[in-house]
């Protein structure tokens, strides 16, 4: 039997931001995805889908159990992917896009399997949303080496990442608003087109469709960026940052998130990085930040080995970040 996503909405979890066009579920970012509860007979699960991507990972998670995730690899095209095998009874099956918006988006018309949609699991209570880079998409994180990833979309894992390890942990849901490369003022390439800016309020950024923040309210937000703007900095001895400037962007973003989500609780994040002024303009930048406004914090020396794909954290790397931040998070914010 076939279930069209648009006709049974109402029974779905959906995970992360989404967007419906012309009656199809449309995923962009990353670990988006939908829930839902079915009673099975003896049935294989498929999803009738539309991959706008080269390539890329789906996850699929089997009555909410982190350990039962499986990863299926899939590639540009119309096609019918068998997400669950010879399920029989009630369970609860979640689909994740796990590449980045960047890489292309994933398109869902309908479910396909013997059985049927019963109302839609209890939902997580707890909401946690990532503002960040490469570093949340979990780039590279399946990488054996630090070479650039290659084929970039199976390489990519992004429910194995810190910020998923967290919201596990945690018991919360995920909304992860993050893409690779990008910056505060700057891109990791100096365009300074390549911000947090350009998409931090959009559901489908490759179709300009807004976000609306009453959907979801996140009881923590988590903003995990500026990596790229320092290390471009560090990489070219002409690009002098202008703090008045990175001051003044980084206020426009937390008071819009604090104006949108009034009652978060926001937390910046940074690695490590000894000796690097720039790093050490932006940690002030955050400190400051955390002791003028409400409810803000910082958490800093988020370090790793970066091993992974082009000197990214791989995935014991996102563990050790976790660990440290489950740290902070569980003495300094009550929940």
Same mark, same amino acid.
């Given at each position: 039997m076939e279930f069209l996503i648009s006709k049974h909405k109402e029974k779905l979890n959906f995970c992360g931001r989404y967007g419906f066009l012309n009656d199809i579920l449309y995923l962009e970012f990353t670990a988006s995805g939908f829930e839902f509860c079915g009673d099975f007979n003896n049935s294989d699960v498929v999803i009738d889908t539309e991959i706008k991507a080269e390539n890329g990972l789906l996850a699929v998670i089997l009555d909410d159990e982190f350990e039962s995730m499986?990863?299926?690899?899939? +590639?540009a095209g119309e096609q019918k992917i068998t997400i669950a095998e010879n399920l029989n009874g009630k369970h609860t099956v979640k689909v994740l896009k796990l590449v980045e918006y960047s890489k292309g988006f994933y398109a869902i018309k309908s479910l396909i399997f013997d059985g049927s949609i019963l109302? @839609?699991?209890?939902?997580?209570a707890l909401k946690f949303e990532f503002y960040g880079d490469s570093l949340t998409c !979990? #780039? !590279?994180n399946l990488s054996s080496n630090r070479e650039s990833p290659n084929p970039f979309g199976l390489l990519e894992h992004g429910y194995r990442t810190w910020a998923a390890l967290l919201c596990e942990k945690m018991?919360?849901?995920?909304?992860?608003? %993050?893409s690779s490369g990008q910056g505060v003022l700057t891109d990791c390439g100096g365009n300074p087109e390549g911000v947090i800016f350009k998409y931090y309020d959009m559901a489908l950024p490759s179709f300009k469709i807004k976000w609306d923040f009453n959907d979801y309210q996140p009881d923590v937000i988590f903003i995990y960026i500026g990596t790229n703007d320092i290390n471009y900095w560090r990489m070219n001895e002409n690009a002098e940052p202008d703090w008045a400037d990175f001051d003044k962007a980084s206020k426009v973003l937390l008071e819009s998130l604090r104006e949108k989500c009034p009652n978060s609780k926001i937390v910046y994040l940074l690695g490590h990085d000894? !000796?690097?002024i720039y790093f050490d303009g932006v940690e002030k930048e955050y400190k400051a930040l955390a002791s003028q406004y409400d409810n803000v914090y910082y958490c800093g020396g988020? %370090?790793?080995?970066?091993?992974? !794909?082009d000197w990214h954290p791989n995935v014991s790397d996102h563990k050790m970040i976790f660990e440290k931040l #489950? @740290? +902070?998070?569980s003495e300094n914010i009550k929940l």
């Open positions: 499986k990863e299926i690899p899939v +590639f109302q @839609k699991p209890k939902q997580r !979990g #780039y !590279g018991g919360a849901q995920m909304s992860a608003v %993050s000894a !000796g690097n988020l %370090s790793s080995t970066q091993s992974g !794909g #489950y @740290k +902070f998070v």
